[in-house]
């Protein structure tokens, strides 16, 4: 209702194009389904890096890199848009998956908690902390970005509501204690009403600004685990229709300065925004794909993709 109110088009019926966070990525920036990839199954087996190396060299940010836009990425803690070696800036907040994951491993936390009790540095390695530091601090960097002069492109992947819910409704960090005593339901409706402060403020700020308006997409990639799918042991064959809703249906939201979103739909999915927004901008003439939704079997089988289109939308589609 707040986006509505401010002039923003949401697709009410809009779902992602592959269930997991880097295929649904890759696909969206590279404005273009991944099932190509299907091809090298047998070499690629359950590497992420062909993918991987789509979120760091994309369609999008050549087209608007050679459109002369400066490339700002502001990544979360996840490896996969923590960096962009091919954007122009990078903004990461806190340590790497990797680096967070071996340190705290290690005596190197206990260490620094006795030598510098309430240090940035020891604090860095307690997860809560880098989190609940870094999700404020996007949102800072994002309004920033967006004050620069010359035409630029920020993309920001910021994990709210997604797990931990760390954050109260307010936005306060919870300690580890803490958040595992709440109901996770309760934490990720607490956790939700922050990210809705997080984006109003957000909104408001980029709107406020005088001169001209920027193009706004707020998009997320991907739906929570039903229940029965967060172990990880269930093949996606075996899904329910509604479960196949709960995980591909997305936030999908965009913000045109003219408000003219005649090529705009309440179905339209994350393959087809930026062709739809490099068509309306830069005159490309790209078809409109046809929406469809993939799934793989399991995370053995990630190349795996097969058609759940119809499973989604009840055979609408």
């Given at each position: 209702d707040l986006l509505r109110s401010r002039g923003f088009y949401v697709a009410g019926d809009s779902h992602s194009n592959y269930l997991k966070t880097a295929t649904s990525l890759a696909s969206s920036l590279s404005l273009d389904y991944i099932n190509f990839l299907s091809a090298r199954k047998d070499e690629y087996g359950i590497a992420w890096q062909p993918i991987y190396g789509m979120l760091g060299d994309h369609r999008l940010g050549r087209f608007l890199k050679g459109a002369g836009y400066t490339y700002v990425q502001i990544g979360s803690?996840?490896?996969?848009?923590?960096?962009?070696?091919?954007?122009?800036?990078?903004?990461?907040?806190?340590l790497s998956e990797f680096d967070w994951q071996f340190g705290r491993k290690t005596l190197l936390p206990q260490l620094l908690a006795a030598a510098l009790s309430d240090s940035g540095a020891a604090a860095q390695l307690r997860w809560e902390y880098g989190q609940c530091q870094r999700v404020p601090r996007q949102i800072e960097q994002i309004k920033a970005s967006g004050g620069r002069a010359g035409p630029v492109f920020v993309f920001a992947h910021i994990l709210v509501p997604h797990e931990p819910y760390l954050f109260d409704a307010a936005g306060r960090c919870l300690s580890l204690a803490e958040a595992a005593a709440r109901d996770p339901e309760a934490g990720y409706l607490a956790q939700l009403r922050y990210a809705n402060l997080l984006l109003a403020d957000l909104v408001e700020g980029l709107l406020a600004r005088p001169g001209r308006k920027p193009v706004i997409v707020l998009q997320a990639d991907e739906g929570p685990f039903p229940t029965r799918y967060r172990s990880g042991d269930l093949s996606w064959h075996e899904a329910e229709p509604a479960e196949l809703r709960m995980k591909t249906g997305i936030l999908n939201a965009y913000y045109f300065p003219d408000q003219d979103y005649a090529t705009l739909d309440g179905a339209i999915s994350p393959v087809n925004s930026f062709r739809m927004i490099l068509n309306k901008y830069f005159g490309t003439g790209l078809e409109r794909l046809p929406d469809r939704i993939y799934a793989s079997p399991d995370a053995f089988q990630i190349y795996d993709f097969f058609d759940v289109t119809d499973l989604v939308h009840g055979g609408a589609h």
């Open positions: 803690w996840w490896r996969g848009t923590q960096h962009n070696p091919f954007a122009d800036e990078n903004h990461s907040f806190g």
